[in-house]
């Protein structure tokens, strides 16, 4: 059975850094990205959407931005993303993390890289928003989702 955890640090000033680890079929990998929880907190209501769009619009992401306006991402560390797999009502979520070598100065160092697909339902991901904004609020201290259908 496969299952994505997220946890918080919260900075107290509207930051803070968002810890992801997954495990699907004995493949796992974690991580984390920094990011505006206002925004955030916006991003994961699009999660309990029905039905979703194949445009993966559900989706969470972060890491290096560049120091621009609108700030655009420059190397991506973090992804989550939802999204329909059949006609049947079949939803997944898409989970990559990725990091470069700690202490690293060359931006052409190669980053290490775990993704995978944790397939779920419906009702299972708009659990996972709902306690996805509980977590940005304080109320819960971790979120887990679970492989399978209900």
Do not use: C
């Not at 939803?91 to 290490?112: D, H, M, Q, T, W």
């Amino acid at each position: 059975m496969g299952y994505l955890k997220l946890r918080l640090e919260d900075e107290g000033d509207g930051s803070g850094e968002l810890f992801v680890q997954f495990e699907q079929n004995g493949f796992s990998g974690h991580g984390s990205a920094w990011f505006n929880l206002k925004l955030l907190g916006e991003k994961a209501m699009e999660f309990k959407k029905y039905p979703l769009q194949n445009d993966r619009s559900a989706y969470i992401s972060g890491g290096f931005w560049e120091e621009s306006y609108p700030a655009k991402l420059k190397e991506e560390l973090l992804h989550i993303s939802a999204y329909p797999i059949n006609q049947r009502g079949g939803v997944a979520i898409y989970v990559k993390v990725a990091n470069r070598p700690f202490g690293s100065e060359r931006e052409s160092e190669p980053l290490s890289i775990a993704a995978a697909e944790i397939v779920t339902s419906y009702p299972r991901l708009e659990v996972f928003s709902n306690d996805l904004k509980n977590l940005l609020d304080g109320i819960l201290d971790e979120v887990v989702l679970s492989t399978g259908r209900e």
